[in-house]
T-cell receptor, first 114, second 116 residues
Framework: DAMVIQNPRYQVTQFGKPVTLSCSQT?????MYWYQQKSSQAPKLLFH???????NEADTPDNFQSRRPNTSFCFLDIRSPGLGDAAMYLC?????????????FGPGTRLLVL | AQKITQTQPGMFVQEKEAVTLDCTYD???????LFWYKQPSSGEMIFLIY??????QNATEGRYSLNFQKARKSANLVISASQLGDSAMYFC?????????????FGAGTRLFVKA
């Protein structure tokens, strides 16, 4: 039944050690999003893909990269994690980009940076 | 500017009672969508209800209803017959139309506590 799957649910990494978070979807949606959410805050959009078209938010640090090799999978790469990157990372999908489009979220990956 | 305001950082409600979570929005776009999401402590954001800016009637989904007052730019969530499992963070969100780039704008959230 799971529609948006994120692995791992918890990730511990060391300061400066690259880490990759993964997201997959069974909804066949065109759009996939990555959000960063810090404690008790609203999710912050990092970037999104419309099909293979990558859209980076202006304030997303260069340290964050993403790949979408096919419709189902999307990856978030953090090249050199800092302590400030410890957060919940949420993947979401939507069928399209219209204002009526519901986003469906995965369970998130909690990243801890030591 | 596109903005969502949730003025209640935390709310308490007695089990089985109704509760209203406030949300106001600001957009210059004539066309937009309004959403409410629930986020339990586990972290997953769960879609609850949607209201389109041109919808004449308030949206309802089971125990959830959206009190949409377009002139006041408010989209309050009403939860009827609260249950212990409703304890969670609730986010109001807006997707502006074309001029807003279709990006979802989230409010700061309201943490709801349901008391037994």
């Amino acid at each position: 039944d799971a529609m948006v799957i994120q692995n791992p649910r918890y990730q511990v990494t060391q300061f400066g050690k690259p880490v990759t978070l993964s997201c997959s979807q069974t909804l066949n949606h065109n759009v996939m999003y990555w959000y960063q959410q810090k404690s008790s805050q609203a999710p912050k959009l990092l970037f999104h893909y419309y099909d293979k078209d990558f859209n980076n938010e202006a304030d997303t640090p260069d340290n964050f990269q993403s790949r979408r090799p096919n419709t189902s999978f999307c990856f978030l790469d953090i090249r050199s994690p800092g302590l400030g990157d410890a957060a919940m990372y949420l993947c979401a999908t939507s069928r399209d980009l219209g204002q009526e489009e519901t986003q469906y979220f995965g369970p998130g990956t909690r990243l801890l940076v030591l | 500017a596109q903005k969502i305001t949730q003025t209640q950082p935390g709310m308490f409600v007695q089990e089985k009672e109704a509760v209203t979570l406030d949300c106001t929005y600001d957009t210059s776009d004539p066309s937009y969508g309004l959403f409410w999401y629930k986020q339990p402590s586990s972290g997953e954001m769960i879609f609850l209800i949607y209201q389109g800016s041109y919808d004449q009637q308030n949206a309802t989904e089971g125990r959830y209803s959206l009190n949409f007052q377009k002139a006041r730019k408010s989209a309050n969530l009403v939860i009827s017959a609260s249950q212990l499992g409703d304890s969670a963070m609730y986010f109001c969100a807006m997707r502006p139309g074309h001029t807003g780039g279709f990006k979802t704008i989230f409010g700061a959230g309201t943490r709801l506590f349901v008391k037994a």
